[in-house]
Nanobody, 119 residues
Framework: QVQLEESGGGLVQAGGALRLACAAS????????IAWFRQSPGKEREFVAS????????FYANSVKGRFTISRDLAKNMVYLLMDNLKPEDTAVYYC????????????WGQGTQVTVSS
């Protein structure tokens, strides 16, 4: 059973920063690709960033490249999404996901955490 739990969302002004965290078991982090997605009201869920199971490969959506950084800390069983220079259009519910093969439709999801960026 893969369980994911996000934290770290909140309200921030444009230009500010937030760090989201995704808690998972060590087994999950060592076997599964972890990805962050987001969904804004009235929009489809979209890919944000991903990290391969071995931590070697990272991918970002063009809209966040250069501003967001995905990383992990195996000692703490955490995957992080550091979001810098936030924009109002980054406002969304952010979800952590896990998939064995790095699918764009991951098998496992967290409950989500709200990020609101005010202008």
């Amino acid at each position: 059973q893969v369980q994911l739990e996000e934290s770290g969302g909140g309200l921030v002004q444009a230009g500010g920063a937030l760090r989201l965290a995704c808690a998972a078991s060590e087994r999950t982090l060592r076997r599964y690709h972890i990805a962050w997605f987001r969904q804004s009201p009235g929009k489809e869920r979209e890919f944000v960033a991903s990290l391969s199971w071995n931590g070697n490969d990272k991918f970002y959506a063009n809209s966040v490249k250069g501003r967001f950084t995905i990383s992990r800390d195996l000692a703490k069983n955490m995957v992080y999404l550091l979001m810098d220079n936030l924009k109002p259009e980054d406002t969304a519910v952010y979800y952590c996901s896990a998939d064995l093969y790095g699918s764009i439709t991951p098998d496992y999801w967290g409950q989500g955490t709200q990020v609101t960026v005010s202008s």
